[in-house]
Protein backbone atom coordinates (compact mmCIF):
# COMPACT_ATOMS: atom_id res chain seq x y z
CA UNK A 1 0.00 0.00 0.00
CA UNK A 2 0.91 3.54 -0.90
CA UNK A 3 -0.06 6.90 -0.70
CA UNK A 4 1.81 8.70 -3.73
CA UNK A 5 0.11 9.26 -7.37
CA UNK A 6 3.58 8.74 -9.46
CA UNK A 7 2.67 5.11 -8.52
CA UNK A 8 0.15 5.24 -10.55
CA UNK A 9 2.20 6.23 -13.66
CA UNK A 10 4.82 3.42 -12.90
CA UNK A 11 2.52 0.58 -12.05
CA UNK A 12 -0.95 0.92 -12.89
CA UNK A 13 -0.45 2.55 -16.36
CA UNK A 14 2.48 1.28 -18.86
CA UNK A 15 5.45 4.01 -19.20
CA UNK A 16 6.41 4.93 -22.39
CA UNK A 17 9.22 6.13 -24.43
CA UNK A 18 8.18 9.33 -25.05
CA UNK A 19 9.00 11.27 -28.14
CA UNK A 20 11.76 14.11 -28.58
CA UNK A 21 10.87 17.36 -26.62
CA UNK A 22 8.72 15.30 -24.50
CA UNK A 23 9.22 15.57 -20.43
CA UNK A 24 9.58 12.10 -19.50
CA UNK A 25 8.91 12.69 -15.76
CA UNK A 26 6.04 12.03 -14.03
CA UNK A 27 3.95 14.20 -13.13
CA UNK A 28 1.15 13.33 -11.04
CA UNK A 29 -0.64 10.41 -11.80
CA UNK A 30 0.19 10.95 -15.91
CA UNK A 31 3.59 9.72 -16.87
CA UNK A 32 5.00 12.41 -19.57
CA UNK A 33 3.67 16.31 -20.90
CA UNK A 34 4.55 18.03 -23.64
CA UNK A 35 3.42 20.38 -26.82
CA UNK A 36 1.88 18.67 -29.71
CA UNK A 37 2.39 20.83 -33.01
CA UNK A 38 4.47 23.96 -33.65
CA UNK A 39 3.47 26.06 -31.07
CA UNK A 40 5.08 29.53 -30.38
CA UNK A 41 5.27 29.46 -26.48
CA UNK A 42 6.47 26.02 -25.10
CA UNK A 43 3.41 25.24 -22.42
CA UNK A 44 3.73 23.84 -18.56
CA UNK A 45 2.09 21.18 -16.26
CA UNK A 46 2.62 21.83 -12.58
CA UNK A 47 1.75 19.24 -9.61
CA UNK A 48 0.98 20.30 -6.24
CA UNK A 49 1.26 17.31 -4.17
CA UNK A 50 -0.26 18.42 -0.89
CA UNK A 51 -3.39 19.47 -2.77
CA UNK A 52 -3.19 16.63 -5.80
CA UNK A 53 -4.37 19.36 -8.21
CA UNK A 54 -2.53 20.49 -11.52
CA UNK A 55 -2.13 23.99 -13.49
CA UNK A 56 -1.58 23.36 -17.42
CA UNK A 57 -0.26 26.20 -19.67
CA UNK A 58 -0.13 26.19 -23.42
CA UNK A 59 -0.25 28.43 -26.33
CA UNK A 60 -1.47 26.73 -29.74
CA UNK A 61 -3.61 28.51 -32.53
CA UNK A 62 -5.89 25.75 -33.19
CA UNK A 63 -7.46 21.99 -32.74
CA UNK A 64 -9.41 20.99 -35.97
CA UNK A 65 -8.04 20.72 -39.16
CA UNK A 66 -4.82 18.53 -39.30
CA UNK A 67 -2.45 20.61 -37.06
CA UNK A 68 -3.16 20.62 -33.96
CA UNK A 69 -1.78 23.14 -31.69
CA UNK A 70 -1.87 22.08 -27.26
CA UNK A 71 0.12 20.80 -24.23
CA UNK A 72 -0.59 17.58 -23.35
CA UNK A 73 -0.48 15.51 -20.08
CA UNK A 74 -0.71 11.69 -20.92
CA UNK A 75 -0.11 7.84 -20.03
CA UNK A 76 -0.25 5.01 -22.86
CA UNK A 77 -3.54 2.71 -22.21
CA UNK A 78 -4.70 -0.23 -23.45
CA UNK A 79 -8.39 -1.67 -23.00
CA UNK A 80 -11.12 0.21 -21.45
CA UNK A 81 -11.22 3.11 -19.06
CA UNK A 82 -12.73 5.86 -17.49
CA UNK A 83 -11.03 9.43 -17.02
CA UNK A 84 -12.19 12.41 -15.21
CA UNK A 85 -11.38 15.91 -13.82
CA UNK A 86 -12.80 19.00 -12.67
CA UNK A 87 -11.61 22.06 -14.82
CA UNK A 88 -11.22 26.15 -14.03
CA UNK A 89 -10.06 28.42 -16.94
CA UNK A 90 -7.68 31.23 -15.17
CA UNK A 91 -8.58 34.71 -16.36
CA UNK A 92 -11.09 36.38 -19.00
CA UNK A 93 -8.93 34.53 -21.95
CA UNK A 94 -7.84 35.97 -25.30
CA UNK A 95 -10.08 33.72 -27.42
CA UNK A 96 -13.63 32.39 -26.80
CA UNK A 97 -12.33 28.91 -28.57
CA UNK A 98 -9.78 28.10 -26.09
CA UNK A 99 -10.36 24.81 -24.47
CA UNK A 100 -9.60 22.38 -22.19
CA UNK A 101 -10.15 18.29 -22.56
CA UNK A 102 -9.69 14.73 -22.31
CA UNK A 103 -7.84 13.67 -25.09
CA UNK A 104 -7.57 10.75 -26.60
CA UNK A 105 -5.17 9.96 -29.19
CA UNK A 106 -3.60 7.55 -31.62
CA UNK A 107 -0.07 9.00 -31.66
CA UNK A 108 1.76 12.42 -30.58
CA UNK A 109 1.78 13.53 -34.14
CA UNK A 110 -0.27 17.07 -34.71
CA UNK A 111 -2.55 15.79 -37.23
CA UNK A 112 -3.59 12.04 -35.55
CA UNK A 113 -6.45 10.49 -35.12
CA UNK A 114 -7.95 11.39 -31.76
CA UNK A 115 -11.30 11.83 -29.81
CA UNK A 116 -11.60 14.87 -27.85
CA UNK A 117 -13.89 15.52 -25.01
CA UNK A 118 -13.49 19.45 -24.49
CA UNK A 119 -15.11 22.52 -22.88
CA UNK A 120 -14.57 25.68 -24.49
CA UNK A 121 -13.70 29.28 -22.87
CA UNK A 122 -17.24 30.61 -24.12
CA UNK A 123 -19.17 27.62 -22.83
CA UNK A 124 -19.35 25.35 -25.89
CA UNK A 125 -18.68 21.74 -24.63
CA UNK A 126 -18.52 18.84 -27.42
CA UNK A 127 -17.49 15.54 -28.10
CA UNK A 128 -14.92 16.29 -30.93
CA UNK A 129 -13.12 13.59 -32.81
CA UNK A 130 -10.57 13.19 -36.09
CA UNK A 131 -11.69 9.59 -38.13
CA UNK A 132 -8.39 9.13 -39.80
CA UNK A 133 -4.65 10.91 -39.80
CA UNK A 134 -4.72 14.28 -41.34
CA UNK A 135 -7.67 15.03 -41.73
CA UNK A 136 -10.28 17.55 -40.01
CA UNK A 137 -12.05 17.43 -37.01
CA UNK A 138 -15.68 16.37 -36.25
CA UNK A 139 -18.06 17.16 -33.83
CA UNK A 140 -21.01 16.51 -31.32
CA UNK A 141 -21.95 19.26 -29.52
CA UNK A 142 -23.73 18.64 -26.00
CA UNK A 143 -26.61 20.92 -24.99
CA UNK A 144 -25.11 21.88 -21.40
CA UNK A 145 -23.21 24.93 -21.47
CA UNK A 146 -19.80 25.64 -19.03
CA UNK A 147 -19.46 22.18 -17.63
CA UNK A 148 -16.32 21.82 -15.48
CA UNK A 149 -16.76 18.23 -14.66
CA UNK A 150 -15.64 16.47 -17.60
CA UNK A 151 -15.69 12.34 -18.13
CA UNK A 152 -13.97 10.44 -21.12
CA UNK A 153 -14.61 6.63 -21.17
CA UNK A 154 -13.67 3.92 -23.31
CA UNK A 155 -16.08 1.00 -23.51
CA UNK A 156 -14.91 -1.26 -26.15
CA UNK A 157 -14.98 0.45 -29.35
CA UNK A 158 -17.29 3.31 -28.07
CA UNK A 159 -15.65 6.58 -26.55
CA UNK A 160 -18.84 8.34 -23.87
CA UNK A 161 -18.69 11.80 -22.94
CA UNK A 162 -19.90 12.91 -19.90
CA UNK A 163 -20.23 16.42 -18.55
CA UNK A 164 -21.70 18.27 -15.85
CA UNK A 165 -21.68 21.41 -14.13
CA UNK A 166 -20.25 20.54 -10.28
CA UNK A 167 -23.08 19.56 -8.20
CA UNK A 168 -25.12 18.29 -11.19
CA UNK A 169 -25.67 14.66 -12.70
CA UNK A 170 -23.82 14.15 -15.66
CA UNK A 171 -25.07 14.85 -18.92
CA UNK A 172 -23.55 12.04 -21.84
CA UNK A 173 -22.91 12.27 -25.65
CA UNK A 174 -21.01 9.38 -27.20
CA UNK A 175 -19.05 8.19 -30.30
CA UNK A 176 -18.99 4.81 -32.08
CA UNK A 177 -17.04 4.91 -35.26
CA UNK A 178 -13.72 6.08 -34.34
CA UNK A 179 -11.26 3.36 -34.55
CA UNK A 180 -7.99 4.15 -33.11
CA UNK A 181 -6.41 1.29 -32.25
CA UNK A 182 -6.22 -0.65 -28.51
CA UNK A 183 -3.10 1.27 -27.36
CA UNK A 184 -3.71 5.20 -27.11
CA UNK A 185 -2.27 8.01 -25.90
CA UNK A 186 -4.99 9.04 -22.57
CA UNK A 187 -4.29 12.52 -21.38
CA UNK A 188 -5.41 15.85 -20.64
CA UNK A 189 -4.93 18.80 -23.19
CA UNK A 190 -4.90 22.63 -23.50
CA UNK A 191 -4.73 24.90 -26.22
CA UNK A 192 -5.25 28.88 -25.92
CA UNK A 193 -7.24 28.75 -29.82
CA UNK A 194 -4.45 31.76 -30.43
CA UNK A 195 -1.00 31.35 -31.36
CA UNK A 196 0.15 34.13 -29.69
CA UNK A 197 -2.10 33.70 -26.33
CA UNK A 198 -1.31 32.05 -23.23
CA UNK A 199 -4.03 30.28 -21.27
CA UNK A 200 -3.92 27.96 -17.85
CA UNK A 201 -5.95 25.73 -15.97
CA UNK A 202 -6.38 24.66 -13.01
CA UNK A 203 -7.13 20.86 -12.70
CA UNK A 204 -8.21 19.15 -9.49
CA UNK A 205 -10.41 15.66 -8.82
CA UNK A 206 -8.22 13.79 -11.31
CA UNK A 207 -8.85 10.39 -11.97
CA UNK A 208 -7.36 7.58 -14.27
CA UNK A 209 -9.53 4.52 -14.37
CA UNK A 210 -8.80 1.07 -14.94
CA UNK A 211 -12.26 -0.26 -14.27
CA UNK A 212 -13.21 -4.09 -13.94
CA UNK A 213 -13.67 -6.60 -16.56
CA UNK A 214 -16.69 -7.49 -18.16
CA UNK A 215 -16.96 -10.86 -16.84
CA UNK A 216 -15.60 -10.08 -12.81
CA UNK A 217 -17.51 -12.23 -10.49
CA UNK A 218 -18.82 -10.49 -7.30
CA UNK A 219 -17.85 -11.08 -3.97
CA UNK A 220 -15.15 -13.35 -5.76
CA UNK A 221 -12.87 -10.56 -8.47
CA UNK A 222 -11.49 -8.11 -6.98
CA UNK A 223 -9.78 -4.36 -8.23
CA UNK A 224 -7.67 -2.06 -6.08
CA UNK A 225 -9.11 0.40 -3.95
CA UNK A 226 -8.19 3.94 -3.21
CA UNK A 227 -9.45 5.93 0.17
CA UNK A 228 -10.12 9.36 -0.17
CA UNK A 229 -10.98 11.95 1.89
CA UNK A 230 -12.85 15.17 0.80
CA UNK A 231 -12.93 18.97 2.42
CA UNK A 232 -16.18 19.62 2.75
CA UNK A 233 -15.86 23.24 1.74
CA UNK A 234 -13.67 23.09 -1.21
CA UNK A 235 -14.80 19.43 -2.39
CA UNK A 236 -11.20 18.68 -3.40
CA UNK A 237 -10.87 14.92 -2.84
CA UNK A 238 -7.44 13.58 -2.48
CA UNK A 239 -6.43 9.54 -2.25
CA UNK A 240 -5.12 9.07 0.95
CA UNK A 241 -4.43 5.45 0.79
CA UNK A 242 -3.93 3.28 -2.41
CA UNK A 243 -4.18 -0.87 -2.64
CA UNK A 244 -4.03 -3.43 -5.23
CA UNK A 245 -6.56 -5.51 -2.13
CA UNK A 246 -10.29 -4.51 -1.56
CA UNK A 247 -10.25 -1.68 0.90
CA UNK A 248 -13.73 -0.68 1.89
CA UNK A 249 -16.31 1.38 4.18
CA UNK A 250 -13.86 3.80 6.03
CA UNK A 251 -14.50 5.15 10.03
CA UNK A 252 -13.01 7.86 11.14
CA UNK A 253 -12.61 7.81 14.68
CA UNK A 254 -13.52 10.29 17.07
CA UNK A 255 -10.34 11.63 17.62
CA UNK A 256 -10.01 12.39 13.94
CA UNK A 257 -6.67 10.65 13.55
CA UNK A 258 -7.55 7.74 11.85
CA UNK A 259 -10.08 5.74 9.96
CA UNK A 260 -10.72 2.36 10.13
CA UNK A 261 -11.56 -0.09 7.29
CA UNK A 262 -12.10 -3.68 6.29
CA UNK A 263 -10.11 -5.77 4.01
CA UNK A 264 -10.51 -9.32 3.31
CA UNK A 265 -12.43 -9.99 6.20
CA UNK A 266 -10.09 -8.37 8.90
CA UNK A 267 -9.91 -5.15 10.16
CA UNK A 268 -7.22 -1.81 9.95
CA UNK A 269 -6.51 1.14 11.38
CA UNK A 270 -4.94 3.71 8.99
CA UNK A 271 -2.94 6.64 10.77
CA UNK A 272 -3.73 9.52 8.77
CA UNK A 273 -1.06 11.81 9.36
CA UNK A 274 2.14 9.30 9.17
CA UNK A 275 0.57 7.21 6.16
CA UNK A 276 0.78 3.77 8.42
CA UNK A 277 -1.80 0.95 8.58
CA UNK A 278 -2.28 -1.55 11.11
CA UNK A 279 -4.38 -4.50 12.02
CA UNK A 280 -6.80 -4.67 14.54
CA UNK A 281 -7.56 -7.80 16.64
CA UNK A 282 -11.28 -8.70 16.63
CA UNK A 283 -11.04 -12.21 17.68
CA UNK A 284 -13.35 -15.00 16.26
CA UNK A 285 -14.57 -11.95 14.18
CA UNK A 286 -12.16 -12.77 11.11
CA UNK A 287 -14.73 -12.70 8.60
CA UNK A 288 -15.76 -9.04 8.85
CA UNK A 289 -17.99 -7.20 5.60
CA UNK A 290 -18.26 -3.92 5.68
CA UNK A 291 -21.09 -3.06 7.95
CA UNK A 292 -18.93 -1.70 11.00
CA UNK A 293 -19.40 1.31 13.28
CA UNK A 294 -17.92 2.86 16.24
CA UNK A 295 -19.87 3.68 19.53
CA UNK A 296 -20.22 7.51 19.95
CA UNK A 297 -17.81 7.59 22.67
CA UNK A 298 -15.57 5.91 20.94
CA UNK A 299 -14.41 3.38 23.03
CA UNK A 300 -15.67 -0.14 20.73
CA UNK A 301 -16.10 -0.82 17.31
CA UNK A 302 -18.96 -2.70 16.49
CA UNK A 303 -18.52 -5.50 13.48
CA UNK A 304 -20.43 -7.84 11.03
CA UNK A 305 -18.85 -11.23 10.80
CA UNK A 306 -20.42 -14.14 8.84
CA UNK A 307 -19.98 -16.75 11.21
CA UNK A 308 -20.33 -20.12 9.76
CA UNK A 309 -22.40 -22.55 10.63
CA UNK A 310 -23.38 -26.25 10.98
CA UNK A 311 -25.37 -26.88 8.13
CA UNK A 312 -22.88 -25.09 5.87
CA UNK A 313 -24.51 -21.46 5.87
CA UNK A 314 -23.11 -18.30 7.12
CA UNK A 315 -25.09 -15.40 8.82
CA UNK A 316 -23.71 -12.20 9.46
CA UNK A 317 -23.43 -11.29 13.02
CA UNK A 318 -22.84 -8.38 15.45
CA UNK A 319 -19.81 -8.41 17.59
CA UNK A 320 -18.06 -5.87 19.46
CA UNK A 321 -14.16 -4.75 20.47
CA UNK A 322 -12.65 -2.24 22.00
CA UNK A 323 -11.63 0.16 19.53
CA UNK A 324 -7.88 -0.56 19.91
CA UNK A 325 -9.05 -4.33 19.45
CA UNK A 326 -8.73 -6.82 21.32
CA UNK A 327 -8.15 -11.01 21.48
CA UNK A 328 -12.19 -11.46 22.75
CA UNK A 329 -14.94 -10.04 20.55
CA UNK A 330 -18.39 -10.11 22.37
CA UNK A 331 -21.19 -11.56 20.92
CA UNK A 332 -24.18 -9.02 20.22
CA UNK A 333 -26.84 -11.10 17.90
CA UNK A 334 -27.78 -14.63 18.55
CA UNK A 335 -25.59 -16.50 15.12
CA UNK A 336 -28.45 -18.95 14.48
CA UNK A 337 -31.27 -15.58 14.14
CA UNK A 338 -30.57 -14.76 10.09
CA UNK A 339 -28.12 -11.92 9.07
CA UNK A 340 -27.72 -9.22 11.04
CA UNK A 341 -25.71 -6.05 9.38
CA UNK A 342 -24.67 -3.25 11.98
CA UNK A 343 -25.62 0.47 10.89
CA UNK A 344 -25.38 2.19 14.15
CA UNK A 345 -25.50 3.06 17.64
CA UNK A 346 -27.43 5.46 19.54
CA UNK A 347 -26.22 8.71 20.87
CA UNK A 348 -26.19 6.88 24.48
CA UNK A 349 -24.47 3.92 22.71
CA UNK A 350 -27.08 1.73 24.67
CA UNK A 351 -28.99 0.42 21.70
CA UNK A 352 -28.16 -0.78 18.31
CA UNK A 353 -29.35 -0.48 15.24
CA UNK A 354 -28.99 -3.04 12.26
CA UNK A 355 -30.97 -4.71 9.31
CA UNK A 356 -31.88 -8.35 9.76
CA UNK A 357 -34.42 -10.69 8.97
CA UNK A 358 -35.87 -12.74 11.74
CA UNK A 359 -38.52 -14.85 10.04
CA UNK A 360 -37.64 -18.45 9.11
CA UNK A 361 -40.06 -18.37 6.53
CA UNK A 362 -39.41 -15.08 4.65
CA UNK A 363 -35.54 -16.38 4.85
CA UNK A 364 -36.10 -19.17 3.40
CA UNK A 365 -38.62 -17.34 0.52
CA UNK A 366 -37.78 -13.84 0.15
CA UNK A 367 -33.89 -13.66 1.15
CA UNK A 368 -33.71 -10.20 -0.26
CA UNK A 369 -36.50 -8.82 2.27
CA UNK A 370 -34.78 -7.45 5.42
CA UNK A 371 -36.15 -4.71 7.61
CA UNK A 372 -35.01 -2.97 10.33
CA UNK A 373 -34.69 -3.50 14.38
CA UNK A 374 -32.48 -2.60 17.35
CA UNK A 375 -30.78 -4.12 20.31
CA UNK A 376 -30.36 -3.57 23.61
CA UNK A 377 -26.37 -3.62 24.28
CA UNK A 378 -27.06 -4.62 28.10
CA UNK A 379 -29.76 -7.16 27.56
CA UNK A 380 -29.66 -8.49 24.26
CA UNK A 381 -33.54 -7.47 23.35
CA UNK A 382 -34.19 -7.17 19.97
CA UNK A 383 -37.04 -5.27 18.58
CA UNK A 384 -38.63 -4.92 15.22
CA UNK A 385 -38.77 -1.44 13.69
CA UNK A 386 -39.85 -1.93 10.26
CA UNK A 387 -42.57 -4.80 8.55
CA UNK A 388 -42.17 -3.62 5.04
CA UNK A 389 -42.29 -6.63 2.32
CA UNK A 390 -39.11 -4.89 0.74
CA UNK A 391 -35.35 -3.95 1.88
CA UNK A 392 -34.76 -1.70 4.69
CA UNK A 393 -31.47 -1.16 5.55
CA UNK A 394 -28.73 1.56 6.52
CA UNK A 395 -30.01 2.86 9.18
CA UNK A 396 -28.25 5.86 11.18
CA UNK A 397 -29.43 7.93 14.40
CA UNK A 398 -29.13 11.26 14.56
CA UNK A 399 -26.84 12.95 16.42
CA UNK A 400 -29.80 14.35 18.88
CA UNK A 401 -31.33 10.75 18.92
CA UNK A 402 -34.43 11.49 17.99
CA UNK A 403 -34.59 10.62 14.31
CA UNK A 404 -33.60 7.34 12.56
CA UNK A 405 -32.45 7.90 8.89
CA UNK A 406 -32.62 4.88 6.29
CA UNK A 407 -33.19 3.80 2.66
CA UNK A 408 -35.63 1.66 1.23
CA UNK A 409 -36.81 0.35 -1.96
CA UNK A 410 -40.69 -0.33 -0.82
CA UNK A 411 -41.50 2.10 -2.94
CA UNK A 412 -39.78 1.02 -5.99
CA UNK A 413 -36.21 2.65 -6.04
CA UNK A 414 -33.99 2.68 -3.25
CA UNK A 415 -34.87 6.35 -1.71
CA UNK A 416 -33.96 7.58 1.88
CA UNK A 417 -36.63 7.49 4.50
CA UNK A 418 -36.77 9.11 7.87
CA UNK A 419 -38.32 7.50 11.14
CA UNK A 420 -38.81 7.92 14.75
CA UNK A 421 -36.62 6.25 17.30
CA UNK A 422 -39.56 3.48 17.87
CA UNK A 423 -40.31 3.25 13.95
CA UNK A 424 -43.49 5.31 13.33
CA UNK A 425 -44.21 8.16 11.64
CA UNK A 426 -41.90 6.62 8.80
CA UNK A 427 -41.55 9.68 5.91
CA UNK A 428 -39.96 9.37 2.06
CA UNK A 429 -37.13 12.02 1.51
CA UNK A 430 -35.82 11.65 -1.69
CA UNK A 431 -38.21 11.10 -4.95
CA UNK A 432 -36.31 11.01 -7.94
CA UNK A 433 -34.63 8.38 -10.37
CA UNK A 434 -31.57 7.28 -8.35
CA UNK A 435 -30.83 4.35 -6.39
CA UNK A 436 -29.98 6.34 -2.86
CA UNK A 437 -28.60 4.70 -0.13
CA UNK A 438 -26.79 4.89 3.40
CA UNK A 439 -27.87 8.27 4.60
CA UNK A 440 -24.88 9.48 6.77
CA UNK A 441 -25.61 12.24 8.88
CA UNK A 442 -23.14 15.35 9.60
CA UNK A 443 -22.31 15.81 13.27
CA UNK A 444 -23.97 19.18 13.35
CA UNK A 445 -27.22 17.57 12.12
CA UNK A 446 -27.64 19.23 9.37
CA UNK A 447 -26.81 17.43 6.07
CA UNK A 448 -26.86 13.66 4.84
CA UNK A 449 -24.74 12.84 2.43
CA UNK A 450 -25.45 9.16 0.66
CA UNK A 451 -24.73 7.36 -2.40
CA UNK A 452 -26.40 7.70 -5.40
CA UNK A 453 -26.50 4.58 -8.00
CA UNK A 454 -28.16 5.09 -11.43
CA UNK A 455 -31.90 3.48 -12.28
CA UNK A 456 -30.33 0.22 -14.29
CA UNK A 457 -29.27 -1.39 -10.67
CA UNK A 458 -31.81 -3.62 -9.00
CA UNK A 459 -33.21 -1.85 -6.25
CA UNK A 460 -32.03 -4.97 -3.59
CA UNK A 461 -28.67 -4.35 -5.25
CA UNK A 462 -25.35 -2.15 -4.28
CA UNK A 463 -22.78 -3.41 -6.54
CA UNK A 464 -19.09 -3.16 -6.71
CA UNK A 465 -17.44 -1.11 -9.49
CA UNK A 466 -20.34 1.32 -11.18
CA UNK A 467 -20.25 4.43 -12.09
CA UNK A 468 -21.86 6.59 -9.03
CA UNK A 469 -22.43 9.51 -7.40
CA UNK A 470 -21.97 10.91 -3.72
CA UNK A 471 -24.52 13.47 -3.38
CA UNK A 472 -25.62 16.02 -0.11
CA UNK A 473 -29.07 17.38 0.71
CA UNK A 474 -30.35 19.42 4.02
CA UNK A 475 -31.32 17.01 6.62
CA UNK A 476 -35.12 17.74 6.27
CA UNK A 477 -35.01 17.28 2.44
CA UNK A 478 -34.94 19.12 -0.61
CA UNK A 479 -32.77 18.80 -4.11
CA UNK A 480 -29.64 16.80 -3.40
CA UNK A 481 -26.62 18.24 -4.93
CA UNK A 482 -23.47 15.66 -6.51
CA UNK A 483 -20.21 16.30 -4.24
CA UNK A 484 -18.39 13.32 -6.10
CA UNK A 485 -18.29 11.36 -9.38
CA UNK A 486 -16.91 8.11 -9.12
CA UNK A 487 -16.06 5.04 -10.13
CA UNK A 488 -17.00 2.78 -7.57
CA UNK A 489 -20.47 1.24 -5.51
CA UNK A 490 -19.86 -1.64 -2.68
CA UNK A 491 -17.57 -0.49 0.02
CA UNK A 492 -17.38 3.23 -1.25
CA UNK A 493 -19.72 4.61 1.46
CA UNK A 494 -21.14 1.90 3.73
CA UNK A 495 -20.51 3.22 7.09
CA UNK A 496 -20.29 6.68 8.76
CA UNK A 497 -17.50 8.14 7.62
CA UNK A 498 -18.06 12.33 8.34
CA UNK A 499 -14.53 13.06 10.46
CA UNK A 500 -15.79 14.44 14.28
CA UNK A 501 -15.60 17.97 13.16
CA UNK A 502 -17.22 17.85 10.24
CA UNK A 503 -15.41 19.24 7.72
CA UNK A 504 -14.55 16.17 5.68
CA UNK A 505 -15.48 12.77 4.56
CA UNK A 506 -13.80 9.73 3.33
CA UNK A 507 -14.77 6.92 0.89
CA UNK A 508 -13.35 4.54 -1.41
CA UNK A 509 -13.13 4.40 -5.09
CA UNK A 510 -11.93 1.67 -7.43
CA UNK A 511 -9.59 1.25 -10.35
CA UNK A 512 -6.97 -1.49 -11.51
CA UNK A 513 -3.58 -1.16 -9.67
Known amino acids: MNR ?4 LASAALAMLAVSAGAFAQPVGQFSAHQDIGAVKRAGAFAYDDQ ?11 NIWFADDQLHYAYNQMQGDFIVRAQVAFEGKGADPHRKVGWDVRSGLDNGASHVFAVVHGDGLTSLQFREKSGADMDEYRMGITAPDV ?3 ERRGDVFIM ?6 EPFQVTSVSHVKLGDKVYVGLGVSAHNADAYETVRISNVRVVVPAAKNFVPYKDYIGSDIEIMDMATHNSRVVLRSPE ?16 NSNGLMHRFDIASGKTAPIKTGIATNNNNDHVLSWN ?5 LSSHVKRPDGSNYSTIYTVPIGGSDKATLITDTDQGHSYLHGFSPDDRTMIFTGQRNAAMRANSPKVLNLYTIDVASKKETQLTTTPALDDGAEYSPDGKQIYFNSNRTGLMQLWRMAPDGKSQVQLTFDKFNNWFPHVSPDGKKIVFISFMDDVDPYEHPFYRQVYLR ?9 KVIAYLYGGQGSFNVPSWSPDGSHIAFVSNTKQ
Do not use: C, H, V
Open 298 to 302: GKLLG
Open 51 to 61: SQQYRMSASGK
Open 246 to 261: SLQAPNWTRDGKALIY
Open 4 to 7: SFPS
Open 150 to 152: IQL
Open 162 to 167: SAARFG
Open 472 to 480: EMPIEGGTP
